[in-house]
């Protein structure tokens, strides 16, 4: 499957962006569907996964209560919407499939997920 992240831009802290990832190849419905992202000099981080169904949903403490993923299936996509912009939310955000059968749970880990879209640009200034 091929991923196309979009939606990064530069937005001032206590903004908002909503990011997408389109996917085209396999069947869609098929991979759990995660995003993270990676700060300059720092390792990619996990920040948010939503099940095939989109179901069940996952986050990680930094981003809880701020962000919110979701998916449409019958347009190959999955959001972040992200509110309440921090600076240290700045960083490349990445979208990942992990294929995976029904019902499988959740993960984190980043060499968990089998492919990766090009990554988007999001910078909050203070």
């Known amino acids: 499957v091929q991923l196309q992240a979009s939606g990064g831009g530069l937005v001032q802290a206590g903004g908002s962006l909503r990011l997408s990832c389109v996917a085209s190849?396999?069947?869609?419905?098929?991979?759990?569907m995660g995003w993270f992202r990676q700060a300059p000099g720092k390792e990619r981080e996990f920040v948010a996964a939503?099940?095939?169904?989109?179901?069940?949903?996952y986050y990680s403490d930094s981003v809880k209560g701020r962000f919110t993923i979701s998916r449409d299936n019958a347009k190959n996509t999955v959001y972040l919407q992200m509110n309440s912009l921090k600076p240290e939310d700045t960083a490349v955000y990445y979208c990942?499939?992990?294929?995976?059968?029904?019902?499988?749970?959740?993960?984190?880990?980043?060499?968990?997920?089998?492919?990766w879209g090009q990554g988007t640009q999001v910078t909050v200034s203070s």
């Open positions: 990942g499939a992990d294929y995976v059968g029904f019902g499988a749970a959740l993960r984190v880990g980043v060499g968990e997920y089998d492919y």
């Open positions: 190849g396999r069947t869609f419905s098929v991979y759990n």
């Open positions: 939503i099940t095939r169904s989109g179901g069940y949903t």
